[in-house]
């Protein structure tokens, strides 16, 4: 591929663009536009991060699932050139396998993908609509407006995954506050480092009543691997903190925001609200999932020996950051892709990543998606937005994005 | 497209499959990272056993089902799945 020569990599050093890039805000659904030149330009970028370091842009399909999928590339932060979302994350601790390479992180992974197998999360799905049906009852007995976030996209996956692991919700208000925090690029390290130690001391303390006293759930399953000195106390922990963090803030993005897209796609929002066709919904799930690319600002990822790709040679001790969210919005690969279309086969989108780290609740994920979107709507077929859209606060200074809140009224 | 495993270069010959209905799917299970796309691509050839480890239903596909399974190849995050002519 040789367009990557007239790249901006070969551009004056001045000239290499600053990333992320700001969103156009009118199109708030949209990728950054300069991202999308970028794209144009080449599967290949330089751009420099925060901290003024460099590191290489991947913005093609092919190139970031190839990348994704290479042993050469390193998930560990502490790797040389390992490109940082924003000051340094030393001060929070590692969260997990998600920051390592196998064959460690495949034998912390294995450990608990057994309840998020396909059938295992198919087996959950009545439990989670009673949850959705249940906060439903509830909006629509109370007063309008209700806040969607808050009255139910965060209630449900956290539910959800507090149930799976073993957390009484009812200390939902501790680890919902700090994820907010640990998520926001605009929290200081010191901040971040708190707020991670306050959900890792508090699930700290559960995993020992756990490891005493063990019940039918995914902590006391790490309690069992402690016992069987296969884990210690801290990397179990370290595994429920993720399991917890990645199990509600992003489904919970993807409620909000998938409802707020919906409802300026008019024609798309009918099309959901009139099927009775699950295997509709989940395809409309899939393209949600595509065009929305919650995880925003890429996956990151240091290169630890010379990889040739797309005519470039990225050199051990770089930085690559895979923009998934341009990824989906790869031409070669979908038709049309800035066009909201339920109706087309969005599967292999990389909004769940690619590769061994590629998400380990993705079904979990699908199946609340799917009784979420598949009943929302049908059960308030007049949902709208009850304030102007420009005054929608979008979390372009998280790690995942979404809307901070999202009046509604039917 | 190119992307996705790596699959021997004969197995996308069209004209090949019409001769032969049948084809073997082969599955690197130490590869596997548990994400369950292949079965959600194709429940009737792959399952998951108790760690979330996919498990082949059936070694043989015929024509009818060489969509889906292409499907499961194409969407495996960590190309442990294989179509070949036998
Ligand atoms: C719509 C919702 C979700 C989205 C868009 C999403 C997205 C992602 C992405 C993009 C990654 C890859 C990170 C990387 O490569 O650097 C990932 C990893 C992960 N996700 Fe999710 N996720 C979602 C829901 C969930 C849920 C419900 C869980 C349940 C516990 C979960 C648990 C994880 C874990 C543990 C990892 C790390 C996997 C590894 O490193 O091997 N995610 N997710
Ligand atoms: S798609 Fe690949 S990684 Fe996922 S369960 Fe199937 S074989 Fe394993």
Redesign the pocket.
């Known amino acids: 591929m040789a367009d990557t020569l007239t790249g901006p990599a070969h551009q004056a050093p001045d000239a290499v663009p600053e990333f992320p890039m700001p969103r156009e805000s009118r199109c708030p659904f949209d990728p950054p536009p300069a991202l999308k030149e970028l794209q144009g330009q080449g599967p290949l970028a330089k751009v420099r991060l925060w901290d003024g370091s460099e590191s290489w842009l991947v913005t093609r399909y092919a190139e970031q699932r190839a990348l994704?999928g290479d042993p050469r590339v390193s998930?560990d932060t502490d790797q040389p050139g390992y490109p940082t979302k924003a000051s340094p994350q030393a001060g929070e601790g590692k969260l997990?396998?998600?920051?390592?390479d196998d064959p460690e992180?495949a034998r912390l992974?294995r450990m608990?993908t057994g309840p998020?197998a396909v059938k295992k999360v198919e087996a959950l799905r009545p439990a989670v609509q009673r949850i959705v049906d249940g906060l439903i009852d509830d909006m629509l007995a109370g007063p309008a407006p209700v806040d969607l976030v808050d009255a139910f996209a965060l209630p449900i996956?956290s539910l959800?995954?507090c149930e799976?692991l073993g957390v009484p919700y009812d200390d939902h208000e501790l680890f919902q506050e700090n994820t907010k925090t640990m998520v926001r690029t605009t929290a200081t390290p010191e901040e971040r480092g708190a707020a991670s130690r306050e959900v890792a001391g508090y699930l700290a303390a559960l995993l020992g009543k756990r490891i005493a006293e063990p019940k039918d759930d995914l902590l006391s399953s790490l309690a069992g691997r402690v016992t069987a000195g296969e884990l210690d106390h801290g990397q179990a922990t370290e595994m429920a903190l993720?399991?917890?963090i990645?199990?509600?803030e992003?489904?919970a993005?993807?409620i909000a925001l998938g409802t707020l897209a919906l409802l300026r796609h008019p024609d798309q929002f009918k099309l959901l609200r009139e099927s009775d066709d699950p295997k509709f919904v989940a395809g409309a799930v899939e393209e949600l999932?595509r065009y929305l690319?919650?995880?925003h600002l890429g996956?990151?990822?240091a290169v630890t020996e010379d990889i040739e790709i797309a005519g470039q040679v990225i050199k051990a001790g770089e930085g690559v950051i895979m923009v998934?969210e341009i990824g989906n919005r790869d031409p070669e690969v979908f038709a049309d892709p800035d066009r909201l279309d339920l109706t087309r086969d969005a599967r292999r989108h990389?909004?769940?990543?690619?590769?061994?780290?590629?998400?380990?609740?993705?079904p979990?994920?699908?199946m609340?998606?799917q009784v979420v979107y598949g009943t929302l709507y049908k059960r308030i077929p007049t949902l709208k937005l009850a304030a102007p859209m420009e005054d929608v606060r979008f979390k372009n200074d998280a790690f995942?994005y979404g809307v901070h809140e999202l009046p509604v009224s039917w | 497209m190119t992307v996705g495993s790596p699959a021997p270069a004969h197995t996308t010959n069209p004209m090949h499959e019409e001769g032969n209905p049948a084809m073997k799917v082969e599955l690197e299970a130490d590869k596997c990272?548990a994400s369950g796309q292949c079965v959600l691509a194709a429940m009737d050839v792959f399952d998951q056993d108790d760690d979330g480890i996919a498990i082949l239903l059936e070694e043989q596909v015929g024509e009818d089902r060489l969509d889906d399974v292409r499907e499961a190849v194409a969407v495996c995050p960590a190309a442990a799945i294989r179509l070949v002519d036998q």
């Open positions: 994704l998930a997990s396998f998600i920051m390592m992180h992974r608990v998020f996956p959800v995954i799976l993720l399991l917890l990645a199990g509600h992003t489904t993005n993807m999932l690319h919650i995880t996956r990151r990822r998934n990389v909004a769940f990543g690619f590769g061994v780290h590629q998400c380990l609740g993705q979990l994920a699908r609340e998606l995942i | 990272v």
